[in-house]
């Protein structure tokens, strides 16, 4: 029987398309906040701004403030805790339509939108048969859709019919998934792909839970965006349904793990309770854990999670050409 393995990921995952969630220690200005603060003269260039010179200033002060608190996180936490809800519904509106805009409109060399195609090259590897194979799923902490992106580039194509890549289920963005019945639904318990933190380029529903959003510089847009933060639960957002299933498919991810492979994630303060809930889970069943990191040592996990060394080993991947792939698999 195939061992069970999941894939934790982090903003490292897609560091070749997109930033990391704060700049160096010397330059604050690198990084997430550094590219918002760029987004934000490019909005204020666009037509949109014109008739909305009050967003496009206070863009421009929110984007100052994360490079001043280091992380866009930081400063969103400080607006929760201040009350600043207005502030802080456009800081999360603002990170959404820059995620969306870079993968979808920004110019490349190869065309329109970043991708790093270490997603690919995954996706491509494991697929088995033209599936996904049932005993991976990913856990990622990113709002991007490289994962997406990927999967819609690996749909097989015959001479009559665009297939689309069997396995492939995803959340909390569903009709991103490529395995729909003839209802046009799918076991949650089989989602491939879930999104911990929300997902950049959809709103939340009430009705249809998520539905898709091409606001990428209308910052009028009504919708609530369904990126989210880790400290988000029941008491201090409305986006209940995402809130309390997340945790639940998490779990039901996390259940039965054997194998753990972490990519580009440092298990930052702000996502320790769900990442706890997320190693507790696996706890009783987990014997090795793959830790892929240019710059971080994996041991540290033991520590942080009281890990046993007599159950659980830890290997530390140095090179990141690509999504490390275990024997196990």
Known sequence: MALKVVYLLGAGASA???????????????GLPGELNRFAEQYKSSSFSGSHPDIANNLASIADKCIEFGTPDLYAKFLLETNDLDRYALLKKFMANYFHHEQTLAPTSSGQGRFDYRALTFLTTIAQNQKIP????VLSWN????????????????????????????????QE??????????????????????????????RT???KSDAV???DDAGDTMLSFAWEDESNDHKRVFLKERLEYARRIAEGTQVLVVIGYSFPFFNR????????????????????????DGSRLFDQFNLDPKAVTI???????NYYIPYEL
């Open 16 to 30: 070749n398309a997109l930033p990391l969630i704060k700049g160096s220690p010397t330059n604050k200005k690198m």
């Open 177 to 206: 998934s490529y395995d729909f019945d003839e209802r046009h639904q799918y076991d949650a318990k089989d989602i491939f792909l879930l999104h911990l933190n929300g997902i950049a380029g959809f709103n939340y529903s009430k």
């Open 217 to 219: 510089f209308n910052f």
């Open 134 to 137: 049932p005993n991976v799923s």
């Open 273 to 296: 309770k769900v990442d706890d809930i997320v190693i507790d889970t696996m706890r009783n069943t987990l014997t090795k854990i793959y830790y892929q990191d240019p710059n971080l």
């Open 315 to 321: 290997d530390t991947i140095s090179w990141v050409d």
């Open 143 to 174: 709002y991007d859709m490289q994962i997406e992106i990927a999967a819609n580039k690996l749909r097989p194509v015959d001479s009559q019919v665009f297939k689309k890549i069997k396995g492939f289920t995803c959340w909390p963005n569903y």
């Open 209 to 211: 839970f998520s539905e």
